[in-house]
């Protein structure tokens, strides 16, 4: 901008005054050219002439928006006249750049997370704002919608979950303090309710109202009335400023830690002897979902942790862990981890055979003295690129199955990484997520609310209802609530499902080989607290891969759904 240019002046112009200048030059120019050619002023001439980065003429603009072009962006009369915006550059896969990657590499791991996993649905859309736009598409997925008497099992946990009918939701408020505690001992007794198809009055059905508050409890440890304990990913701007006593407090932390460690062997040993089903443990960094032998078409138990880090996987293997990697597919096969089948030096004289044979054409040139070798640590990350690039992703989800579970228990019992070291979470150990009782858990009860909104039809308003349910709302109680509502709401209703996306890879690990029998599974967990019907779903093989589930309509009985 030091060159001298004839008739150019980069002094400052208030944007009345170049507003008029611009109005003045339009008016000349259509009065001496024609609308197809238009001159460009002296001023700009000269400044292309001296090699001047500017930006495209207006007029040229105006005169592909007159000729049926793609409309351009107004210049910024503010603008320095070389403060061109730089160019986007795509990803080689032509998919658009994630978020992280326009925030700068300068990120930690919270914040990280935070955008990898930002919700698809903010909480703060209104069940007004929603019902209002029926035609919102649920998903950015390809995948199809589907119809089926029955919902494909989901092993994501929600958020919140939105349902909307043209019948009253006016049978689940305000329920009787005998109907709540008759709710608490039959999920305390594991009581299975049965429900006819289709029940003419609601609001007066004692057992519907009974049911329904029955599949609203959820077990959690540890449990802060004043600490959102779910969800742990992303949560520090929620806990900023609450009271952490534990926070500097080295003691309190090791009584915490000691408490959920017996919390935790409780769980798990529930769900070995396949009187709990499954389990959640929610850490500030990622989620893992234990789940009982015979479920998602698994004959062992499995345990799922997502997101995870190159750093966590090499603490696994270094405890003799073995665990895949399900979406990362090598030769047709799983990716499995190396554990500690090869010792450190059987792997290093793997690694100089390779190297060898990499450069040997180079010696048969005789050009390998004249060109600098690669050391080894270059080859190393080189060769550990690519998995470092998928950590905080869901293609980093790990799959352990078996015996490899205990080894896991052990693992995150005695790991510091599992509890923050700084921030609001510093010292909070993870969440337990469970759909039954065990030992140190606090019962909790999902929030329910009914909204009744007007909307607009082609004869006017029409009465719109609405059923909300916000808390940590697990797989089977989805299950659960859509068969309530099958019967409650004549087999007409909607759901917007808003997930928690972290757990939304734990639908992408079928089966390797086909699992024990239906009959088999139902027998043998017919003592773990839930439905038949809702048991029978989450033994079937997840078919919704990376996705879940988004959006649900049930009519004349029959489930359409998205995901």
Same mark, same amino acid.
């Given at each position: 901008?030091?060159?001298?240019?004839?008739?150019?002046?980069?002094?400052?112009?208030?944007?009345?005054?170049?507003?008029?200048?611009?109005?003045? /030059?339009?008016?000349?120019?259509? %009065? $001496? &050219?024609?609308? #197809?050619?238009?001159?460009?002023? =002296?001023? @700009? +001439?000269?400044?292309?002439?001296?090699?001047?980065?500017? /930006?495209?003429?207006?007029?040229? %603009? $105006? &005169?592909?928006? #007159?000729?049926?072009?793609?409309? =351009?962006? @107004? +210049?910024?009369?503010?603008?320095?006249?070389?403060?061109?915006?730089?160019?986007?550059?795509?990803?080689?896969?032509?998919?658009?750049?994630?978020?992280?990657? =326009?925030?700068?590499?300068?990120?930690?791991?919270?914040?990280?997370?935070?955008?990898?996993?930002?919700?698809?649905?903010?909480?703060?859309?209104?069940?007004?704002?929603?019902?209002?736009?029926?035609?919102?598409?649920?998903?950015?997925?390809?995948?199809?919608?589907?119809?089926?008497?029955?919902?494909?099992?989901?092993?994501?946990?929600?958020?919140?979950?939105?349902?909307?009918?043209?019948?009253?939701?006016?049978?689940?408020?305000?329920?009787?303090?005998?109907?709540?505690?008759?709710?608490?001992?039959?999920?305390?007794?594991?009581?299975?309710?049965?429900?006819?198809?289709?029940?003419?009055?609601?609001?007066?059905?004692?057992?519907?109202?009974?049911?329904?508050?029955?599949?609203?409890?959820?077990?959690?440890?540890?449990?802060?009335?004043?600490?959102?304990?779910?969800?742990?990913?992303?949560?520090?701007?929620?806990?900023?400023?609450?009271?952490?006593?534990?926070?500097?407090?080295?003691?309190?932390?090791?009584?915490?830690?000691?408490?959920?460690?017996?919390?935790?062997?409780?769980?798990?040993?529930?769900?070995?002897?396949?009187?709990?089903?499954?389990?959640?443990?929610?850490?500030?960094?990622?989620?893992?979902?234990?789940?009982?032998?015979?479920?998602?078409?698994?004959?062992?138990?499995?345990?799922?942790?997502?997101?995870?880090?190159?750093?966590?996987?090499?603490?696994?293997?270094?405890?003799?862990?073995?665990?895949?990697?399900?979406?990362?597919?090598?030769?047709?096969?799983?990716?499995?981890?190396?554990?500690?089948?090869?010792?450190?030096?059987?792997?290093?004289?793997?690694?100089?055979?390779?190297?060898?044979?990499?450069?040997?054409?180079?010696?048969?040139?005789?050009?390998?003295?004249?060109?600098?070798?690669?050391?080894?640590?270059?080859?190393?990350?080189?060769?550990?690129?690519?998995?470092?690039?998928?950590?905080?992703?869901?293609?980093?989800?790990?799959?352990?199955?078996?015996?490899?579970?205990?080894?896991?228990?052990?693992?995150?019992?005695?790991?510091?990484?599992?509890?923050?070291?700084?921030?609001?979470?510093?010292?909070?150990?993870?969440?337990?997520?469970?759909?039954?009782?065990?030992?140190?858990?606090?019962?909790?009860?999902?929030?329910?609310?009914?909204?009744?909104?007007?909307?607009?039809?082609?004869?006017?308003?029409?009465?719109?209802?609405?059923?909300?349910?916000?808390?940590?709302?697990?797989?089977?109680?989805?299950?659960?609530?859509?068969?309530?509502?099958?019967?409650?709401?004549?087999?007409?209703?909607?759901?917007?499902?808003?997930?928690?996306?972290?757990?939304?890879?734990?639908?992408?690990?079928?089966?390797?080989?086909?699992?024990?029998?239906?009959?088999?599974?139902?027998?043998?967990?017919?003592?773990?607290?839930?439905?038949?019907?809702?048991?029978?779903?989450?033994?079937?093989?997840?078919?919704?891969?990376?996705?879940?589930?988004?959006?649900?309509?049930?009519?004349?009985?029959?489930?359409?759904?998205?995901?």
């Amino acid at each position: 901008m030091a060159l001298s240019v004839p008739g150019y002046s980069p002094n400052f112009k208030k944007p009345p005054e170049t507003l008029r200048l611009r109005r003045k /030059r339009v008016r000349s120019r259509g %009065a $001496a &050219a024609s609308p #197809g050619e238009q001159p460009e002023p =002296a001023p @700009r +001439r000269a400044a292309l002439a001296a090699g001047l980065l500017l /930006r495209p003429f207006p007029a040229a %603009a $105006a &005169a592909g928006r #007159g000729g049926g072009g793609p409309a =351009a962006t @107004r +210049r910024n009369p503010f603008a320095r006249l070389d403060n061109r915006p730089p160019a986007a550059a795509e990803p080689p896969d032509g998919q658009p750049r994630g978020p992280q990657e =326009a925030e700068g590499p300068f990120l930690d791991s919270n914040q990280e997370n935070d955008l990898l996993w930002e919700e698809k649905f903010p909480e703060r859309t209104t069940v007004a704002e929603l019902l209002q736009t029926p035609q919102v598409s649920f998903s950015e997925s390809d995948t199809p919608s589907s119809e089926s008497t029955e919902l494909p099992v989901d092993w994501s946990i929600k958020t919140r979950l939105l349902f909307t009918s043209s019948q009253p939701f006016t049978w689940a408020d305000h329920l009787k303090a005998q109907e709540e505690a008759q709710g608490v001992i039959q999920h305390c007794r594991a009581t299975e309710v049965t429900l006819p198809q289709s029940i003419q009055d609601p609001k007066v059905s004692t057992e519907l109202r009974c049911a329904f508050q029955q599949s609203l409890i959820y077990w959690l440890h540890p449990a802060f009335p004043w600490l959102p304990l779910f969800p742990r990913i992303g949560a520090d701007r929620k806990m900023a400023g609450k009271i952490s006593p534990w926070a500097n407090d080295e003691t309190l932390q090791h009584v915490l830690m000691s408490d959920w460690s017996v919390s935790f062997t409780s769980l798990y040993n529930l769900l070995k002897t396949k009187l709990c089903p499954y389990f959640y443990v929610c850490t500030y960094q990622f989620t893992i979902l234990f789940r009982a032998a015979g479920l998602a078409g698994n004959d062992v138990i499995t345990a799922l942790i997502s997101p995870t880090t190159r750093g966590i996987r090499e603490a696994m293997k270094n405890e003799g862990i073995e665990f895949s990697l399900p979406l990362i597919k090598e030769n047709g096969h799983e990716k499995k981890a190396p554990g500690t089948s090869l010792g450190q030096g059987e792997e290093q004289v793997i690694s100089d055979e390779d190297e060898d044979e990499s450069f040997s054409w180079l010696e048969e040139m005789g050009v390998r003295d004249k060109i600098k070798k690669p050391d080894v640590l270059s080859i190393k990350l080189c060769k550990e690129k690519h998995e470092v690039q998928m950590d905080h992703r869901p293609e980093s989800v790990v799959l352990v199955k078996g015996t490899n579970t205990l080894t896991l228990l052990n693992f995150l019992i005695n790991s510091k990484s599992l509890i923050a070291s700084s921030g609001p979470q510093a010292g909070l150990p993870p969440t337990l997520l469970s759909p039954v009782a065990f030992r140190g858990a606090t019962m909790q009860m999902l929030k329910a609310r009914s909204v009744n909104v007007k909307t607009q039809a082609l004869s006017g308003y029409k009465d719109q209802f609405s059923l909300e349910i916000t808390g940590p709302v697990m797989p089977h109680c989805v299950h659960s609530v859509t068969m309530l509502l099958q019967s409650a709401q004549k087999g007409s209703f909607s759901a917007g499902l808003y997930t928690h996306e972290p757990t939304a890879v734990f639908n992408a690990c079928p089966s390797a080989k086909e699992g024990p029998g239906k009959e088999t599974v139902l027998e043998e967990l017919a003592n773990c607290g839930l439905h038949r019907k809702t048991l029978d779903q989450l033994s079937r093989t997840p078919i919704l891969g990376k996705s879940s589930l988004r959006h649900v309509e049930m009519s004349d009985y029959v489930y359409n759904w998205r995901s």
